[in-house]
């Protein structure tokens, strides 16, 4: 009912403080009206027409994923952990073969089915609002997302080769059919080498023109940095600032590779970057969270491609970022909370990312109870380096519960997975077939 009012208490909320970080407050209620939060208020019980209590819990922000490629997932699961392909190489001789492939093999239901295992995973790991890139041509994902209940953020892929006039009317098709509600469309040029200036400064003028997000790659690998030096004498960074791209509106995805003098680029023009550490500790190259926060930078956090697990994401974001600078107290616990929230939701246009009234009521509930969680004597901190997706104990989306006890509402689970299960496999096959990728001994089952 749309003039229900729900009241959620928990021994803990995260709440936004006034400097721009965050803090556990005690035993405060959170009320959530239609659509929004209509108040936060502490103190006696109040009434209210359905009641959420976590006793032993915290209540936060849903978990914005600033980065991610929801095909990716599953298909890579198992193929890029433990890979021979180099870092520099990888998008264009693995993930981008594939992904293609999967849209020349799979149909239609098949591609929706991968989509939905991404979007399942996403949820039950306490992610509320997702900024994904996919193909154009796949709507499985946006499909997937309205019908499980995700937030999402789509920037479809948009390339210069082979005809970028095709390409950019492709992703301005995707936002004429879909934009609206919980999901929104932007634009998504692939990265600093494959967009040419005139590809970059068209998307500039459309995403001003329509108010809309921009996502990018952005010095993700070596070779890229070297082509765009070549072709534009410039650094990635400095390529997007020419070009009118780089503003408060844009997610810079990655940054691997960013130079020094990037740094303070990025910090004035309000752009953020999305940091997905594992996708690169996984390949032997280390990038660093404290590295951008220190110089001023927005940072959030993303998944990217291989695991949507945004707990681990945040681990190993302060994790690296402390072994790197050799500082422990770096990317402390409210510092990577605030990234993977209020940071986030600040790069989407404000509307998610903090427990105020006004805002969108996405929230995520995580019960500390569990004995790998207890005692607590700074519940933050026990969040961050302590908590799994499997404490995850309820998540809303615009104020409807979509998560309950670790099960997605209205999903038949095993269903999804075996469907799922059973397209990738088929998609593998045809990779083996077309070389890209190699072959293995299956076992039947």
Not at 248 to 254: D, G, I, K, L, Q
């Amino acid at each position: 009912m749309p003039d229900q009012l729900t009241a959620i208490t928990a021994r803990w909320t995260l709440l936004p403080l006034p400097s721009g970080g965050v803090e556990a407050a005690e035993n405060a209620t959170v009320l959530v009206r239609g659509h929004r939060i209509e108040d936060v208020v502490r103190g006696p019980a109040v009434q209210a027409d359905r009641r959420v209590e976590l006793p032993r819990g915290i209540v936060l922000p849903g978990f914005v994923n600033l980065h991610n490629h929801a095909l990716n997932g599953p298909v890579f699961r198992g193929i890029v952990d433990d890979a021979t392909v180099a870092a520099d190489t990888i998008v264009y001789d693995l993930l981008l073969p594939l992904g293609d492939l999967a849209g020349e093999v799979l149909t239609d239901d098949e591609l929706r089915a991968v989509y939905r295992l991404a979007v399942l995973e996403l949820l039950r790991t306490g992610t509320t609002s997702v900024l994904d890139m996919p193909r154009a041509q796949h709507h499985g994902f946006l499909d997937a997302a309205g019908e499980l209940g995700l937030r999402a953020f789509v920037a479809p892929y948009v390339f210069s080769a082979p005809d970028e006039d095709a390409s950019l009317a492709a992703a301005l098709a995707v936002a004429d059919r879909y934009d609206g509600g919980r999901i929104r469309v932007g634009f998504g040029p692939h990265a600093t080498d494959t967009c040419s200036p005139r590809l970059l400064r068209r998307i500039a003028a459309l995403a001003a023109e329509r108010d809309t997000f921009v996502s990018i790659h952005v010095a993700q690998s070596r070779n890229e940095v070297e082509q765009v030096r070549a072709r534009h004498g410039r650094t990635p960074v400095e390529y997007l600032h020419d070009t009118g791209l780089l503003g408060p509106r844009t997610v810079v995805a990655h940054g691997v590779y960013v130079e020094d003098g990037d740094l303070a680029l990025l910090r004035d023009s309000g752009a953020t970057v999305a940091h997905c550490p594992l996708t690169f500790a996984r390949s032997g190259v280390t990038v660093t969270f404290d590295r951008f926060h220190r110089a001023g930078v927005r940072t959030g956090i993303g998944t990217d491609a291989y695991s949507f697990d945004h707990f681990g994401e945040l681990r190993a974001a302060g994790l690296i970022a402390k072994l790197s600078s050799g500082d422990g107290a770096v990317a402390d616990a409210p510092t990577l909370l605030a990234a993977a929230t209020s940071t986030g939701g600040a790069a989407l246009g404000g509307r998610v990312g903090a427990i105020e009234p006004g805002r969108l009521a996405d929230l995520v509930g995580v019960d500390l109870s569990a004995p790998h969680l207890q005692p607590v004597r700074d519940p933050l901190r026990n969040l961050v380096w302590n908590a799994t997706p499997a404490d995850v104990a309820f998540v809303m989306v615009d104020g409807r519960t979509v998560v309950d006890g670790g099960r997605v509402a209205g999903c038949d689970e095993r269903r999804v997975v075996d469907e799922a299960a059973a397209a990738v496999d088929r998609l593998w096959h045809a990779a083996e077939a077309a070389g890209v990728l190699p072959p293995i001994e299956r076992t039947p089952a």
